[in-house]
């Protein structure tokens, strides 16, 4: 069977379980998904759910374009700084999730 493998003890679980039936650990933890199989998972997710991650994806590049373009150049606007990063990055978060239609 294909089940849940604990993080902690490597017991298999049941695939619906929510905690390990050995040691107690949470088998839904955020801390098993590693950078490596992320794109898997959003592969993995339809509609909406997949939409909401890719929202929270393209914040967080969002964020991280816009500490870079301030480190190279701290005296800009906010304004100035919206249209530099939103050129740099583009305005459609469909890219984190290849098509998203
Ligand atoms: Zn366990």
């Given at each position: 069977m ?24 949470s088998?839904?933890?955020s ?71």
């Open positions: 294909s089940g849940m493998i604990c993080p902690k003890c490597k017991t298999e679980n049941l695939q619906s379980a929510r905690f390990c039936s050995h040691c107690g650990a088998l839904r933890s801390q098993n998904v590693s950078h490596s199989n992320y794109t898997g998972i959003l592969k993995k997710m339809t509609g909406e759910k997949r939409l909401k991650t890719a929202f929270k994806l393209y914040e967080i590049a969002f964020n991280l374009t816009r500490e870079n373009i301030l480190e190279n150049s701290p005296h800009l606007t906010e304004e100035e700084l919206k249209k530099k990063i939103l050129k740099r990055f583009g305005n459609d978060p469909g890219r984190f999730t290849g098509k998203a239609r």
